[in-house]
């Protein structure tokens, strides 16, 4: 049977999982119609590169992706302990590499891990609720792994953090439990309420208050105790200052961190995944994704970003500066990507269409009113790695790309 008539029907099936009302009765607890999406996924992208590689060597040209040489990057827990640490190893030897950012641009940038941050700080009101939003972040990711392998001799690709999985306890997680081969553990226990957002200068809403984390104080434990963390805060959460020069002065502190069930299982459990999933279109799945402008539906991207909390990762400017923020970017790829190859038994607009809705401009979330984001639009890596557009990443099999998600 061919991957895109089991597609077809698992899809289906799980829409009407959906509108039928049999949602999963716990959302903490796998649904059978996920595993099948899932599957379903992996086997029309491999059904993909095979086919488009036999058109192209019939033509007699060679394809960039072909099926050897597509990878898969895994759940974080699903690495072995000599794989994780050899990521953790690589993350911290690029902590160490000396900065590619000149001093005048940025005094706070220490190291080549540094330079992503800048980056991603500079540009954080433009590439947010925006329409370039998947795909800078794709390429973003994608070219952090490219340092971490380059640079710092990582053999592996880089993990996701699969939210549902840990939404009742992310702080026993692989990822944040505090052994050696985690991202470090929680910020101690500081008995803080519950954060505070407050939306960036120039950028409507409100302050919106979420539920009380776990931590908050400085990381102790795992291979990440004691990181400083040179650039930022921006601004962002309530009672945390600013730090120099807008967030690019040198502004040396410890690595803090507030991990939150609350926020996990509320914005990013298996039921928030299957309505990803099922989106019928771009303009609909960045909703749930990103959730609803200056309410408290935040979506699990923004959920997620607050379940790591503290500081840099409460920050949505610094917040590259925590090393888990690698991990759930991954897992938000992984997420567009899932849902991309799940629409090509009904065409492939998924690899093209930016949407129109108010995540489809080049301003956040169309404010002010703005043009509709275009493909040709470069995506600018600034002084962390080169530069792209939006259509050569619009695939994770087009262009430089070639991997896809176990
Ligand atoms: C972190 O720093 C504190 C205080 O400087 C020190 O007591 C502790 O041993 C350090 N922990 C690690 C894991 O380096
Ligand atoms: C699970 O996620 C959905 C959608 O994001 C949300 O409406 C629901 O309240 C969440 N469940 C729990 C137990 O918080
Ligand atoms: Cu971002």
């Not at 540009?123 to 795909?135: D, E, K, V």
């Not at 962002?236 to 507030?258: A, C, F, I, S, T």
């Not at 539906?297 to 610094?318: A, C, Q, S």
Request: with cysteine.
């Amino acid at each position: 049977m061919k991957a895109a008539t089991i597609l077809g029907s698992a899809l289906l099936a799980a829409v009407a999982t959906v509108h039928g009302s049999v949602l999963p009765r716990d959302d903490l607890a796998e649904p059978v119609a996920l595993s099948d999406l899932l599957e379903s996924a992996k086997s029309q992208v491999i059904d993909e590169v095979t086919s488009n590689e036999e058109t192209l060597r019939r033509r007699g040209q060679t394809p960039a992706c072909t099926l050897s040489k597509l990878v898969f990057r895994r759940e974080y827990g699903a690495l072995s302990r000599k794989e994780r640490l050899a990521y953790v190893n690589a993350v911290k030897c690029l902590q160490g590499l000396p900065a590619r950012t000149p001093a005048d641009v940025a005094p706070g940038a220490r190291s080549r891990f540094d330079d992503f941050v800048v980056t991603h700080l500079q540009q954080t009101l433009s590439i947010h609720y925006s329409g370039n939003f998947p795909a800078w972040h794709r390429w973003f990711v994608y070219q952090y792994e490219q340092a971490l392998r380059n640079e710092c001799g990582y053999t592996g690709y880089q993990p996701y953090w699969d939210w549902p999985k840990y939404a009742s306890a992310p702080q026993d997680s692989p990822l944040f439990n505090g052994d050696e081969y985690s991202l470090g553990g929680n910020g101690e226990f500081l008995d803080l309420p519950g954060p505070v957002i407050v939306p960036p200068p120039g950028v409507g809403g409100g302050n919106i208050q979420l539920p009380a984390g776990l931590g908050g104080g400085l990381v102790t434990t795992g291979p990440f105790a004691n990181m400083t963390v040179n650039l930022g805060p921006v601004g962002g959460l309530e009672g945390v200052p600013p730090g120099p020069l807008g967030g690019l002065g040198h502004n040396p502190r410890g690595l803090k961190r507030n991990l939150s069930p609350a926020m996990n299982t509320r914005y990013a459990n298996y039921t928030t995944v299957l309505k990803l999933l099922t989106r019928p279109n771009v303009d609909e799945f960045r909703l749930v994704s990103e959730g609803v402008p200056y309410t408290p539906e935040i979506g699990p991207h923004g959920g997620v970003h607050y379940t790591i909390g503290g500081d840099p990762g409460g920050d949505l400017f610094t917040s590259p500066g925590d090393p888990s923020f690698w991990a759930h970017h991954s897992q938000m790829d992984r997420m567009w990507a899932v849902w991309q190859a799940l629409g090509s038994p009904f065409g492939d607009t998924r690899y093209t269409d930016l949407g129109s809705g108010n995540y489809a401009h080049v301003t956040w979330a169309n404010e002010p009113p703005s043009a509709l984001t275009q493909l040709s639009e470069v995506i600018d890596m600034g002084y962390a790695a080169p530069s792209t557009t939006i259509a050569d990443v619009m695939s994770t099999r087009s262009g430089e790309l070639c991997y896809f998600y176990l």
